[in-house]
């Protein structure tokens, strides 16, 4: 094969279609992929985990950009179109079948990958919880995610506005977050009903003394009840009324008011 065909080709060659119960929306943009291939930086030999490439549109813009692909895709109907592209690139894509949420992505790699996925809409949230709750610094070197436009939003949201939560808090206390690009829902075969966006993250340091699962509890709690004063909202967590207190929070005040350095401060009390 000297050229590889256009992936509505493959798509056509193998009868795949979007599975909506695995939350696939393909991409045929070329271009486009390409520029979110991009947006880790320079990929030349780089180790890049890929999670549901589906028939391997992202998959190529990354190897086209010089990475070296390990795809984890649930799909058996995918998998002869992801191991021809392994065929087109000997010793640079290697396809493991299987549901990422069971796989330990860590054992599969030596060095520090960098992660970049066109997310399935239904485990995107549970996938980046997880790799957001890795040792620190982490096993990844950046994380690259196409999510729901409004998924997005809740991770690089700032205090005070309607889409701050726990995703934020999660995500913001030891990485930096941002939005790289929009992608209309036009870009997608099919449509989703709703736009997206890609999230670019890069860890940072941690604050000392904080346990990853203490500052879920707090965030999940203080979030879940939003619109209660946080003495109310955090009443079930133990110590959080002392917490509070030592720290000289308000604890009339809500879940939305607090800086992410805030939570830091309360989850690092609670911790210890």
């Not at 094969?1 to 509505?8: G, N, Q, S, V």
């Not at 995918?78 to 290697?94: K, N, Q, S, T, V």
């Not at 690259?144 to 934020?168: C, H, K, N, W």
């Amino acid at each position: 094969m000297t050229a590889l065909p256009p992936l509505r080709e493959v798509i056509a060659q193998y009868g795949l279609s979007a599975s909506k119960a695995l939350g696939q929306n393909f991409l045929f943009d070329g271009q486009l992929l390409g520029r979110i291939a991009a947006i880790p930086g320079d990929l030349a030999n780089a180790e890049i985990l890929e999670i549901g490439p589906g028939p391997g549109g992202l998959t190529r813009a990354l190897l086209t950009a010089g990475a070296r692909v390990t795809a984890i895709e649930r799909d058996r109907r995918c998998i002869p179109a992801l191991d021809e592209l392994a065929a087109f690139y000997p010793g640079r894509l290697r396809v493991i079948e299987g549901d990422a949420l069971d796989i330990d992505a860590r054992s599969l790699f030596e060095g520090t990958p960098a992660i970049v996925a066109n997310l399935p809409y239904n485990v995107g949230t549970a996938l980046f919880v997880r790799w957001l709750s890795a040792d620190w610094r982490p096993w990844w070197r950046s994380l690259t995610l196409m999510f729901q436009r409004e998924v997005a939003d809740r991770i690089v949201a700032a205090p005070g506005s309607t889409a701050y939560g726990r995703l934020a808090v999660l995500a913001q206390w030891r990485a930096q977050a941002r939005i790289a690009m929009t992608v209309h829902r036009s870009a997608f075969t099919p449509p989703p009903k709703v736009m997206s966006a890609v999230v670019h993250v890069t860890p940072i340091d941690a604050p000392r003394g904080v346990r990853f699962d203490v500052l879920e509890r707090v965030t999940a709690a203080a979030f879940g009840q939003r619109r209660k004063m946080l003495r109310q909202s955090l009443k079930g967590v133990p110590g959080a009324p002392a917490a509070l207190d030592t720290l000289g929070i308000d604890p009339t005040r809500r879940a939305e008011t607090l800086a992410v350095d805030e939570f830091v401060a309360l989850a690092r009390t609670l911790s210890n």
